[in-house]
């Protein structure tokens, strides 16, 4: 049973399109997060969700919208796509971290080309 | 500015000695701090972490190392096995919404 789910996998489009990366977890955790990783292998958080709210909105611009339905789904939609868009998305989950917390579960990421 | 650095984009490890892998960080108000690893096409794992209030912390073969002072964080993976060659990436908590600032990451090769 695969814990962080991403879908799809790769995504290939064009220029100002718009798309949709879709992200489900079963591992009841509260809080849901978006990461970038660019060409130079950063991983940079763009959003997260806490129970369907969100608490943290880095400096994104805004084509990109998170859609948090319930806490256990976090969608990334991304209008009018550019070339610096094309990145490897991450989403993950996790509860607050404890002394013996183990930090965010990742899903296996989507690697966006915008050609 | 990066906050945190991982200044060893690289390194080379024989089969069964130690490897050291490192981390840097420039806010004193990071609490919880962390080590993943990461294959190719799948998504980081979380391996051990640290809470800002101890100074070390041991798992099997993975031990992690906290300086405050020094505002230093390093991993000790001994024996290293082939099976231990990945990219490793330091991770360290900043404020109450448990967000994670990670490093470029340390690409490990164990050879045997």
């Known amino acids: 049973d695969t814990a962080v789910s991403q879908t799809p996998k790769y995504l290939v489009t064009q220029m100002g399109n718009d798309k949709s990366i879709k992200c489900e977890q079963n591992l009841g955790h509260d809080t849901m997060y978006w990461y970038k990783q660019d060409s130079k292998k950063f991983l940079k958080i763009m959003f997260s969700y806490n129970n369907k709210e969100l608490i943290i909105n880095e400096t994104v611009p805004n084509r990109f919208s998170p859609k948090s339905p319930d806490k256990a789904h976090l969608n990334l939609h991304i209008n009018s796509l550019e070339l610096g868009d094309s990145a490897v998305y991450f989403c993950a989950s996790s509860q607050l971290l404890t002394d013996q917390n183990y930090g965010y579960t990742f899903g296996s990421g989507t690697r966006l080309t915008v050609v | 500015d990066q906050q945190v650095k991982q200044n060893s984009p690289s390194l080379s490890v024989q089969e069964g000695r130690i490897s050291i892998l490192n981390c840097d960080y420039t806010?004193?108000?990071?609490?919880?701090f962390l080590w993943y690893k990461k294959y190719p096409a799948e998504g980081p794992t979380f391996l051990i972490s640290?809470?800002?209030?101890?100074d070390k912390n041991e798992d099997g073969r993975f031990t992690v190392f906290l300086n405050k002072s020094a505002k230093h964080l390093s991993l000790h993976i001994v024996p290293s096995q082939p099976g231990d060659s990945a990219v490793y990436f330091c991770?360290?908590?900043?404020?109450?919404?448990?967000?994670?600032?990670f490093g470029a990451g340390t690409r490990l090769a164990v050879h045997p």
């Open positions: 806010n004193s108000m990071f609490d919880y």
């Open positions: 991770a360290l908590r900043e404020g109450g919404y448990n967000k994670l600032i």
């Open positions: 640290i809470s800002s209030i101890k």
